[in-house]
């Protein structure tokens, strides 16, 4: 079974959260010890564990990440008025190949789908994004994946899988049940004007850094649809992080990024939440941990809703316009907004069956004055081609 290759915490983590107060989070976690096992997975909200695998890196890591240092700093965070049962189930170390490491990680992950646990990864490298996304085959049918990166990692065509190219691996294997790819938060200088045209051509959504940054709400609905979210650790500005070799001076800040998290969080989609591509400093596991707090945090606040007129916690609004009728709902109880879209996806195949997209107050103003809101249109077009 994969749960056997599992590491557990190790002592010096374990002895460090001994010291914590009864409110920190290191007293609130259920932990993989050696001496007790695995901790019970029934009630479980979320499962924490680490894959100590960068053979694929892009820039060979110099330094194995540290992460007894990222589970000290997140286990002397203090909990919040959370109704979340956290379990840390320990770490993934390589295998004798990196095909190893990533059936080992697959397992791990569809098992812990199975029992409605979500996974919280840190991976050394963001490669191990593609064993994430194939643990859903047996799961769901079509997946929506979120990567928050500044850079679309398509690589070369003729390229071994790496952190920066395992976005072509995963929408050329087989099975592809990849349905949507959304990047927030791209640099353009980082990216070929190639992988921008094939972003397009996909009918992919790909936003960048500065239109984030300004509006940093425009992350939600992105995040609303998404079943992975994958982040690069990259994406966060240097002087956020305290490295400076690999990581760039323009970036999220980790206000934003923590937003970015929280949003993650919210959402009733999101089954996996991978974060990658950190080095070793101080700063980096502080931020790390923050961003995984703010993440469950956001879980704690989930609301399960689905839009329709019949119901009074949703307004309609008919939009008629040059092209389309577009018809948006707004929910009364989280402000969140919807678009129909029609046949967006598969199982929609009977006539004039419509999907819920959603989207933003801004798309429905939009709309209003003719202008028909681009991830509509992207959509709409993904459904009939």
């Known amino acids: 079974m994969a749960f056997d290759f599992l590491v557990p915490v190790s002592d010096k983590v374990l002895a460090y959260s001994e010291l914590l107060p009864p409110q920190a989070l290191g007293n609130n976690i259920h932990k993989h010890t050696e ?80 029992e409605n646990i979500i996974p919280i990864i840190i991976g050394a490298t963001q490669d191990i994004t593609f064993p994430t996304y194939r643990a859903f085959d047996k799961i ?69 850094l500065g239109d984030i940054a300004n509006n940093i709400s425009l992350a939600e609905p992105i995040l609303r649809s998404s079943h992975i979210v994958s982040l690069d650790l990259r994406a966060i500005r240097a002087a956020e992080m305290g490295l400076y070799k690999n990581f760039s001076p323009n970036g999220f800040t980790g206000r934003e990024i923590c937003a970015i998290a ?30 995984i707090w703010y993440f469950i945090e956001g879980i704690s606040f989930r609301v399960t809703e689905f839009p329709s007129s019949k119901s009074e916690d949703f307004t309609k609004f008919t939009v008629p316009t040059d092209t389309e009728e577009l018809v948006f709902y707004k929910s009364h109880i989280t402000e969140r907004w919807w678009v129909e879209v029609p046949s967006i996806l598969p199982e929609h195949t009977k006539t004039n069956s419509v999907a819920l997209l959603p989207c933003t107050e801004e798309d429905y103003l939009d709309a209003c ?7 509509w249109f992207k959509a709409y077009r993904k459904g009939f081609n």
């Not at 919040?80 to 390589?94: L, P, V």
């Not at 899988?161 to 353009?188: A, C, E, V, W």
């Not at 004055?369 to 991830?375: C, G, S, Y």
């Open 262 to 291: 929280r949003y993650a969080g919210i959402s009733d989609k999101v089954s996996l939440f991978g974060i990658y591509e950190g080095e070793n400093s101080l700063q980096a596991f502080q931020m790390i941990a923050q961003i």
């Open 35 to 114: 001496k007790k096992g695995l901790p019970v997975f029934a009630n479980a909200t979320v499962a924490i564990f680490a894959v100590n695998e960068s053979r694929n890196a892009f820039e060979k890591k110099m330094e194995r990440l540290d992460v007894d240092e990222i589970r000290i700093q997140l286990y002397r965070l203090m909990m919040g008025n959370w109704n979340s049962t956290i379990i840390d189930i320990g770490d993934i170390e390589e295998g004798e190949t990196v095909e190893d490491t990533y059936f080992v990680v697959k397992e791990v992950v569809a098992g812990l789908l199975e």
């Open 140 to 208: 769901k049918d079509m997946v929506n994946l979120v990567s928050i990166d500044s850079r679309f990692d398509f690589g070369e065509e003729d390229e071994l899988i790496s952190s920066h190219s395992y976005m072509s691996r995963i929408i050329t294997d087989k099975p592809n049940n990849l349905f949507n790819f959304s990047n927030i938060g791209y640099q353009s200088y980082f990216n070929a004007q190639e992988e921008i045209d094939l972003m397009e051509r996909l009918f992919f959504d790909a936003y960048r």
């Open 369 to 375: 004055n003719q202008i028909i809101p681009e991830r």
